[in-house]
């Protein structure tokens, strides 16, 4: 057995351009947070599953061959010419929620790479890991990076950037999921033209934290996000994590996070408190 970890992520910015050859192109702040995804591979006869986790929504994980680890593992195969590769089994423990824009899907899918690459004793490096991970998916290349970077073009084009200050960062879940797929679309409806794509966003991105082309469309779906968006916790905050319906606030100050997250828990919100991470996928 092999296992691997990778973390979550929320968005400092993220832009959404205009649809264009069936993608959107994007600038993105990345940031790793301290939730992280486990992912445990072993040898099987047949393609297997298993998913465990206390967080919203486990039950729309996939536990076939339809779940992203096992195309992960596919797409890894075919990269270094393995036709008929050896079926796995991946026990996958998540702390990220389901369908919640935080790229917990994408965490799975860099922590298969990274167990596989070991397993299968491949010896890619993360430059052909990251290539491979873009295939799967727009967030995985960050989810094997992990840290603070800006995303260009699909968000899988990445440059490293010094991490931030250390921050506090309160969770506020929703128990409704949001489909990316389903977000992005009414985010074509509502804005055919797309959002303005900031070129120098890796300079300027601390003025305008939080910004997120997504919120109306997500908000469109699912209005009761706006009760969440709107909450005055005492730090700063309110901000939609990629399409959502996570929302996120944070704070430099710890006491301060901690009293926002019990008002929020007051309230009956169900939340985590975390904080940024420069971690990026790695063996156990």
């Not at 991105?205 to 469109?220: F, H, K, Q, W």
Request: contains cysteine; proline residues 5%.
């Amino acid at each position: 057995m092999t296992t691997a970890l990778a973390q979550g992520k929320i968005n400092l910015v993220f832009q959404v351009g205009a649809l264009s050859n069936g993608y959107h192109e994007v600038r993105s702040i990345y940031q790793a947070i301290d939730l992280c995804e486990e992912v445990t591979v072993s040898t099987a006869d047949s393609w297997q599953v298993e998913v465990f986790g206390d967080v919203p929504n486990l039950e729309l994980v996939p536990t076939d061959e339809t779940n992203i680890v096992v195309k992960a593992a596919k797409a890894l195969a075919l990269q270094v010419g393995i036709t008929n590769p050896q079926p796995m089994k991946f026990e996958i423990q998540k702390q990220i929620p389901v369908a919640g824009g935080m790229a917990g899907g994408s965490a799975d899918a860099a922590a298969a790479l990274i167990a596989l690459n070991e397993h299968w004793c491949l010896g890619l490096d993360a430059e052909q890991l990251s290539f491979v991970g873009a295939s799967i998916g727009a967030d995985v290349p960050f989810a094997l990076l992990g840290g603070t970077a800006l995303g260009r073009g699909t968000g899988t084009e990445l440059e490293v950037l010094k991490p931030v200050q250390t921050l506090h960062v309160l969770l506020v879940f929703s128990n409704f999921p949001l489909s990316t797929k389903e977000v992005f679309a009414r985010f074509d409806e509502l804005f055919p033209h797309g959002d303005a794509l900031d070129e120098d966003l890796q300079l300027r991105y601390v003025d305008i934290l939080g910004a997120n082309s997504l919120e109306p469309a997500a908000l469109s779906l699912r209005p009761e996000l706006q009760e969440i968006i709107d909450l005055d916790l005492g730090i700063p905050g309110g901000f939609l994590s990629g399409s959502g319906p996570t929302v996120w606030f944070a704070s430099t100050d710890s006491d301060a996070a901690h009293k926002a997250q019990q008002t929020a828990n007051e309230l009956g919100l169900q939340t985590v408190l975390t904080s940024t991470s420069n971690l990026g996928a790695r063996l156990r």
